[in-house]
């Protein structure tokens, strides 16, 4: 399957600083990235979907200025979290739309584990 | 509201095959079924899809009912390594939508 690549894969930082997070996808171009978040134990939530060159779609409850998106290149797209607090530790992972070939799977990158001190 | 429904958990013997089932009963026509699953601590890996007929590839083979409603993940003969959490989840307009899933445990 297609490869898609997160870095860092953990971080560590302290409250009120900004964290962010790549995620690439090596072998084919995506147009559309999605953003996951996931707490212990439970299932991935979707943060929002990044479109290249356009603004990122946020789901509902989502702070946009807090968690922010810019998908600058069909292989590249950023998260960026503004002024960290704890209650933003969790693990967050990337994924890529291949548009080719039938239902246009995503390919999920390998997470990045936020902690926030 | 869950779009798919999943036992919560299940075991099975090393080298027997694994039947992982899936309720989605409110799936549109043009939804595909898809499955994923989740080694503790690293990123969703795809295992297969399918819209309508039933599909194989090198990992496992899906089972979709003809009315759609349910399916059938088969990982023929699994290993200790097949331990994961399974989901199966709805595709339309490339957005995903994931449940619970099942933890699969595969006992030597």
């Not at chain 1, 212990?40 to 807090?66: C, F, H, I, R």
């Not at chain 2, 919560?8 to 309720?23: F, H, K, V």
């Not at chain 2, 297969?48 to 003809?66: V, Y």
Request: charged share 15%; aromatic share 8%; with cysteine.
């Amino acid at each position: 399957g297609a490869v898609v690549s997160q870095h860092p894969s953990r971080v560590i930082c302290k409250s009120g600083t900004s964290v962010k997070i790549e995620c690439r996808s090596l072998d084919f171009q995506a147009t559309t990235m999605f953003w996951y978040r996931q707490f212990p134990k439970k299932s991935l939530m979707l943060m929002a979907t990044s479109n290249e060159g356009s603004k990122a779609t946020y789901e509902q409850g989502v702070e946009k200025d807090k968690f922010l998106i810019n998908h600058a290149s069909l292989t590249l797209s950023t998260l960026t979290v503004t002024s960290a607090h704890p209650e933003d530790s969790s693990f967050y992972i990337c994924s890529a739309r291949d548009p080719s070939g039938s239902g246009e799977t995503q390919y999920f990158g390998p997470g990045t584990r936020l902690l926030v001190l | 509201d869950a779009k798919t429904t999943q036992p919560p958990s299940m075991d099975c013997a090393e080298g027997r095959a694994a039947n992982l089932p899936c309720n989605h009963s409110t799936i549109s026509g043009n939804e595909y079924v898809y499955w994923y699953r989740q080694i503790h601590s690293q990123g969703p890996q795809y295992i297969i899809h399918g819209l309508k007929n039933n599909e194989t590839n090198e990992m496992a083979s899906l089972i979709i009912t003809e009315d759609r409603k349910s399916s059938t993940l088969i990982l023929p003969h699994a290993t200790l390594r097949d331990t994961a959490v399974y989901y199966c989840t709805r595709s339309y307009g490339g957005q995903l939508t994931f449940g619970s899933g099942t933890q699969l445990t595969v006992l030597p």
